[in-house]
Every structure is written in C-alpha cells, then in structure tokens.
C-alpha cells in the first residue's frame, strides 16, 4: 500500500484512539449516553474526512504539473503563468473594499447606538436638571443637602456621628484633624493632592526644628506640634506653637490657613479642600478615603458645606 496511505491510517487511529481515552474510557464510558456517542461519532467523523482531504492534495502537489499560458516577462529564465482572479472573486474583492469603506467611513464604528453613550448622555442631562433646580439653594439649606448626601455616601465609613467610629474606619469629620492625623503627615509626609494637584509634604527628615536650624525635628516636637494643630491652634504660648512658627509656617501660613498653591489649610475646612478630597482621594494613617467624583459639582458643594458645620463653635 502507498505509503502515504498507510501514514494516514495510522494517525486516524492514534487520534481516534486518544479521542476514546479522553472521552469514551471515563467512568460509565459511552454506555448508553447519547450524547456522548453523538460528539464521538462527529469527532470520528471529522478525524477521517480531515486525514483524507490532507491526503489527497498532498498526492495532487506530488504529482501535478503546471499547464497554461505563460507571460511575456521572464525573470532570469523564470516565466510567469497567466493566472487571471476569476470574475466572481474580483466582484467580490471590490465589493468588500467598497462596504469596508462604508462601513469604516459611515457604518457601525462611528455612527452606531452605544449604552455606554447613551448611559453619559442621560447623566449629563440628569446633572444639568439638577443643577438648574438646585442652582440656588444655598445655606442651611445646602447644609441640609450636603447632610443627604451624607448619609447616602459617606455614613458607611464616616459614621453617624461623623466621627469615623473613633477614627476606626474613617478621618472624625468634627474636627479638622486629630492629633494622629498630624503625627503621621510630619513623620512620613504626605503626597496626595489634597491642592488638587499633586502636592508633596516632606518626611521629618526634611522639616526643620523648632530653632530653624537645619537639624530634623525631634519625636517631642512632632507630639507638641501635633496636639497644637488638632486643637485647633488655640494655646498660643505652648511649645507646639513655638514649633509651628519654627517649622511649619512657611507652607501652612501663621495660623494654619494654608498658602495657594503651596500647602492646604490645616486650622479648619474649607469647601475646595472638601472637593479636592472627593475627587482625589486621600491615604492616610486611618486608611484610604475612596474617590468620590462621581457626585455633581452641587452636591460636592452641599458635603463640603456640610462638612465645614460640623466642627463649627468648637
Ligand atoms: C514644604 C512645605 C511644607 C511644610 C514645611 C509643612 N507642610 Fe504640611 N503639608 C504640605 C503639603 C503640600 C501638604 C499636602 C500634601 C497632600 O496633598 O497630600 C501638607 C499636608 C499637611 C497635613 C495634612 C492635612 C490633611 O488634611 O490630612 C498636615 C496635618 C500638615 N501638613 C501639617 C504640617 C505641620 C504640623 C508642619 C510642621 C511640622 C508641616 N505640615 C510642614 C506642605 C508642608
Ligand atoms: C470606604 C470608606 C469611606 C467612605 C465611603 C468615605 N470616606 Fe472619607 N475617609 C475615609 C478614610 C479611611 C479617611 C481617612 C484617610 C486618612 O487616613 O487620612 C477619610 C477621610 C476623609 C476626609 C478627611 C481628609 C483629610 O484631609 O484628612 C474627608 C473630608 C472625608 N473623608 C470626606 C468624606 C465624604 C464627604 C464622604 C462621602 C461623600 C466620604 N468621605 C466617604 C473613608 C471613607
């Protein structure tokens, strides 16, 4: 038997043979599963007609020889046969291109419905309403709003007293920020973009003491300086004020209030430090605040109101 011939049976078998070791030798096998015979009956099916069709062409490459009309050019003696694109492939070819073009041009790409689209179009129209109608509230009553928005958003981490469950899971809201808060942004500094740019607090390695001289800050600086700030920059004759004017000025202003782009107010909140913090983010000794940017500019605008009455008449 031709030689060939006798390969494809042999791969027939091997491969019918690993098709039962996968399929049909498994517990319960093929009995009585006719499902299981069908696929195998179908790979049979598909094992042999493959292995044949393969043989075939590979004799018809073995044994044909070319016949037709040879071109004129002749590269070093290598002719060309004539070999038109028969006429239905050509119409086809064209017309592929030209519904490729349209369909590029005018077709699904560009001009096709999008959920995603349609999801950003009616949220923007949402937004714009709310904005028109909301447009004006403004005092309590933006406080009042900024409280809704609180209890849907934030109560989760920020507790209903505001006070991120003795700052377990979240930053106390009552204050501006605690003693630990403090500690820890002049120990290891800070990176966010509390500015709403990227903004750097330098590591105590790179703050000044309280003498402004250019040894770091001691351990008992840091604890004097933090318990002034998150008093809220009361005790004017404390040691920690004294680090303060020493070490921290120069960024933060006199009395905390920030410096423009230099360093965030740090004595009480105010509404873009609010806004920054929602579309930002913030990681910190507690944890990591989530961004919140997906609320409307209003209603960032009615937290941040609400934020700045809590720790009012302190
Ligand atoms: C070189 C300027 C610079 C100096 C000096 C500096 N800070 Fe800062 N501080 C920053 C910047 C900038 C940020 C904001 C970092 C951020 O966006 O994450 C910041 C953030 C803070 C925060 C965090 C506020 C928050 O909401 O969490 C505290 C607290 C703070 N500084 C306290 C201090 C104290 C106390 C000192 C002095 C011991 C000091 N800083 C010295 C630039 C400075
Ligand atoms: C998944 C929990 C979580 C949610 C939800 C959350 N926060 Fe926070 N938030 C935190 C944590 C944790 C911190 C403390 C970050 C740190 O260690 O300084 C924080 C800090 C803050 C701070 C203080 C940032 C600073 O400068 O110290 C503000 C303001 C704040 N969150 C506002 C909000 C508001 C408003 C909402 C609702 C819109 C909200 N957070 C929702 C976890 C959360």
């Known amino acids: 038997m031709n030689k060939l011939y006798l390969w494809g049976l042999i791969i027939t ?10 399929v049909g030798y498994q517990k319960g096998g093929l009995n009585g599963d006719i499902v299981n015979m069908l696929a195998i009956a179908g790979a049979v099916a598909l094992v042999i007609i493959t292995i044949f069709v393969v043989i075939k062409y590979v004799r018809q ?3 044909d020889t070319a016949t037709g009309e040879l071109a004129d050019e ?5 002719g060309e046969y004539k070999n038109p694109v028969p006429f239905g492939w050509a119409i086809i070819f064209l017309g592929t291109m030209i519904w490729g073009m349209w369909y590029f041009l005018v077709g699904y790409p560009v001009n096709a419905f999008s959920q995603i689209g349609q999801y950003n179009e009616e949220v923007a129209e949402k937004t714009a309403q709310f904005e028109k109608k909301y447009a004006n509230v403004k005092g309590d009553q933006l406080v009042n709003m900024g409280e809704s928005v609180y209890l849907v958003e934030c109560v989760a981490c920020h507790g209903l007293n505001a006070d991120g469950n003795g700052e377990i899971d979240a930053a106390d809201l009552n204050q501006r920020i605690s003693e630990k808060s403090v500690k820890y942004a002049v120990i290891h500094g800070l990176t966010g973009k509390l500015l709403g740019t ?9 703050l000044m003491n309280a003498n402004n001289n250019y040894a770091p800050i001691t351990d008992t600086e840091i604890d004097a300086v933090a318990k002034y700030v998150a008093d809220g920059f009361k005790d004017k004759n404390s040691a920690g004020a004294k680090v303060f004017a020493g070490t921290c000025v120069m960024c933060h202003g006199a009395n905390g209030e920030g410096v423009a782009g230099m ?32 609320l409307n500019p209003k209603q960032k605008e009615a937290i941040a109101a609400y934020v700045m009455s809590l720790s009012k008449g302190e």
């Open 198 to 206: 990227e903004s750097a607090m330098p590591d105590r390695s790179g």
């Open 74 to 78: 002749s590269w070093d003696n290598i």
């Open 61 to 63: 490459m073995q044994t």
């Open 263 to 294: 360093a965030p107010q740090i004595n009480a909140w105010n509404s873009q430090l609010v806004v920054n913090v929602l579309d930002y983010g913030k990681v910190g000794t507690i944890g990591k605040m989530p961004i919140m940017d997906r």
């Open 13 to 22: 078998a091997a491969m019918l043979g690993a098709t039962y070791a996968t």
